[in-house]
T-cell receptor, first 111, second 114 residues
Framework: EDQVTQSPEALRLQEGESSSLNCSYT??????LFWYRQDPGKGPEFLFT???AGEEKEKERLKATLTKKESFLHITAPKPEDSATYLC????????????FGKGTKLTVNP | DGGITQSPKYLFRKEGQNVTLSCEQN?????MYWYRQDPGQGLRLIYY???????QKGDIAEGYSVSREKKESFPLTVTSAQKNPTAFYLC?????????????FGEGSWLTVV
C-alpha cells in the first residue's frame, strides 16, 4: 500500500533556529510531491510542487528538496509566524486521482 | 478574487438528518474534490469529479453523495448513513485531473453532530 510518513510529528524551535521537516514515501512512478501549510481551522495553503529527484524550490525562509524516497522542507531562521502544520502529499502516475497525504508536522516557533 | 468558497463554515446536524455542504470555485478548474480531515489523521478523499456530470468515489465515500451539474459547483451531502460525520471537510480543485497540477483548497467547513 502506498504510504507517506512525515517526521517529526511535532517540532518546537526558537526564533532563528533552522531545521528540516521530513516526508518519506513508498511509491514508484511519482507524478508530483506537494507541500502545504495549514493554520488551525483553515484550509491547506499551497507551498511547493516537486516533480523529479534533485529538484529544489524556495520561497522566503522555506526550501523544499526531493530525492527518490523522501522530501525535505528546510526552514531557515524561522519566525513565530511560520508556526503551522506542514503537510506533504504525493500523486502517483497511472491514472489514479488520489493524493496521498501524510499526517503532518506541527511546527511551533517561539519568540 | 479567484478562489474556492465553502459554506457554511460551521454546521450542526442532528442525528438522522442529511446536510449539504456547498463548494463553489471561480478558477475555471475542471477537477474538484472533497476531503475529510480528522485530528491526527491525514486528509482522506471522499469523492472527486474530473468533469461536469461525472464523479468518482474516493477512499471513504460510504454515507456521502455528490453532484456536479455545473463546472463551478460540487456540493457534498452527508447522509444519515454516515456513522461518524463530525469532522472538518475540505473542498479542493485543480485545472485538470491527474496531471500533477497543483490542487488548491477552500477554507473548510466544520460539521458537528449534536
Amino acid at each position: 500500500e502506498d504510504q507517506v510518513t512525515q517526521s517529526p510529528e511535532a517540532l518546537r524551535l526558537q526564533e532563528g533556529e533552522s531545521s528540516s521537516l521530513n516526508c518519506s514515501y513508498t511509491v514508484s512512478g511519482l507524478r508530483g510531491l506537494f507541500w502545504y501549510r495549514q493554520d488551525p481551522g483553515k484550509g491547506p495553503e499551497f507551498l511547493f510542487t516537486l516533480y523529479s529527484a534533485g529538484e529544489e524550490k524556495e520561497k522566503e525562509r522555506l526550501k523544499a528538496t526531493l530525492t527518490k524516497k523522501e522530501s525535505f522542507l528546510h526552514i531557515t531562521a524561522p519566525k513565530p509566524e511560520d508556526s503551522a502544520t506542514y503537510l506533504c502529499a504525493y500523486e502517483t502516475q497511472g491514472g489514479s486521482e488520489k493524493l496521498v497525504f501524510g499526517k503532518g508536522t506541527k511546527l511551533t516557533v517561539n519568540p | 478574487d479567484g478562489g474556492i468558497t465553502q459554506s457554511p463554515k460551521y454546521l450542526f446536524r442532528k442525528e438522522g438528518q442529511n446536510v449539504t455542504l456547498s463548494c463553489e470555485q471561480n478558477l475555471n478548474h475542471d477537477a474538484m474534490y472533497w476531503y475529510r480531515q480528522d485530528p491526527g489523521q491525514g486528509l482522506r478523499l471522499i469523492y472527486y469529479s474530473q468533469i461536469v456530470n461525472d464523479f468518482q468515489k474516493g477512499d471513504i465515500a460510504e454515507g456521502y453523495s455528490v453532484s456536479r451539474e455545473k463546472k463551478e459547483s460540487f456540493p457534498l451531502t452527508v447522509t444519515s448513513a454516515q456513522k461518524n460525520p463530525t469532522a472538518f471537510y475540505l473542498c479542493a480543485s485543480r485545472k485538470t485531473a491527474g496531471s500533477g497540477n497543483t490542487i488548491y483548497f477552500g477554507e473548510g467547513s466544520w460539521l458537528t453532530v449534536v
